[in-house]
């Protein structure tokens, strides 16, 4: 089955305590994003990448990191969380860079808490 | 500022009838548009999309409708069914490889 997942799903953690959150997908997608979504404010892209070793800074990259090392996995990392990050997370990715609107599938979201 | 605004953070309507559901944008640079669906404890899903060079388009139930003029989109769901009941997020192209989301409008629909 043709998948973007994502883990975790749910996360309770601290100020300061760095942490990752995997995406994997299985569609052999040249692009990949992540992007939170906040209450009032939909969903914002923060990093995103057409393809391996290729990452570019979204809307809102600040406090994230990313990196590209395979084309099915593009992780995001919060190295020092705040509680301005808590937060649902978005990863996606798309066959090819045009027109990523239309086929851009979503993994099912991580929710985190930092507190 | 946000260039994608969806006004109504919510919509109630009844089973059957019409859901009209509203998106305006700020820049006219902007010629694609798209709508997602988003269910809980799900990721967006892609619904519809309507280039500028149109003023409809039309997929089963759903509708978009773009007024360049007013740079207003709005999406028709007819008639419109339980689960129809969702997240809806109103998006625009800026480049190949970026799109601005709206807020979202959540809609109920009522048996």
């Known amino acids: 089955e043709a998948q973007v997942t994502q883990n975790p799903r749910y996360l309770i953690t601290v100020t300061g305590k760095k942490l990752t959150v995997t995406c994997s997908q299985n569609m052999n997608h040249e692009y990949m994003s992540w992007y939170r979504q906040d209450p009032g404010l939909g969903l914002r892209q923060i990093y995103y990448s057409m393809n391996v070793e290729v990452t570019d800074k979204g809307d809102v990259p600040e406090g994230y990191k990313v990196s590209r090392k395979e084309k099915r996995n593009f992780p995001l990392i919060l190295e020092s969380p705040s509680p301005n990050q808590t937060s649902l997370y978005f990863c996606?990715?798309?066959?090819?860079?045009?027109?990523?609107?239309?086929?851009?599938?979503f993994g099912p979201g991580t929710r985190l808490l930092v507190l | 500022d946000q260039q994608v605004k969806q006004n109504s953070p919510s919509l109630s309507v009844q089973e059957g009838r019409i859901s009209i559901l509203n998106c305006d944008y700020t820049n006219s640079m902007f010629d694609y548009f798209l709508w997602y669906k988003k269910y809980p404890a799900e990721g967006p899903t892609f619904l519809i999309s309507i280039s500028s060079i149109k003023d409809k388009n039309e997929d089963g139930r759903f509708t978009v409708f773009l007024n360049k003029s007013a740079k207003h989109l709005s999406l028709h769901i007819v008639p419109s069914q339980p689960g129809d009941s969702a997240v809806y997020f109103c998006?625009?192209?800026?480049?190949?490889?970026?799109?601005?989301f709206g807020p979202g409008t959540s809609l109920s629909v009522i048996p």
């Open positions: 998006a625009a192209m800026v480049s190949y490889d970026e799109v601005i």
């Open positions: 996606a990715s798309s066959p090819r860079v045009a027109v990523v609107g239309e086929t851009q599938y």
